[in-house]
Nanobody, 114 residues
Framework: AHLVESGGDLVQPGGSLRLSCAASGFTFSSFGMTWYRQAPGKERELVASISPSGGTTNYADSVKGRFTISRDNAKNTVYLQMNSLKPEDTAVYTC????????WGQGTQVTVSS
């Protein structure tokens, strides 16, 4: 099983990014998916989650109204649309797949700075 994140970049405050996480090697549509982030010196934080069908999503209070998680089960991909980015959103963002087993990607760096 593999999860490969992409889309991380350096962006100015107020900007937007869309992260993608491409899955392979397992039945993607059966797994709940998450995005976590970890900034240097801070604990890992659950940013957003989405159910296998995509019908249920949840967000950390720190990103509600700014970030949107979505998935395309036909493409085995989960997305994180990030708008109105703030310097405190700077972190390594990692996607995870969860059911009877957990899979994790390697992460992608998001840096928000002027």
């Amino acid at each position: 099983a593999h999860l490969v994140e992409s889309g991380g970049d350096l962006v100015q405050p107020g900007g937007s990014l869309r992260l993608s996480c491409a899955a392979s090697g397992f039945t993607f549509s059966s797994f709940g998916m998450t995005w976590y982030r970890q900034a240097p010196g801070k604990e890992r934080e659950l940013v957003a989650s989405i159910s296998p069908s995509g019908g249920t999503t949840n967000y950390a209070d720190s990103v509600k109204g700014r970030f949107t998680i979505s998935r395309d089960n036909a493409k085995n991909t989960v997305y994180l649309q990030m708008n109105s980015l703030k310097p405190e959103d700077t972190a390594v963002y990692t996607c995870g797949a969860h059911w009877y087993i957990d899979y994790w990607g390697q992460g992608t760096q998001v840096t928000v700075s002027s």
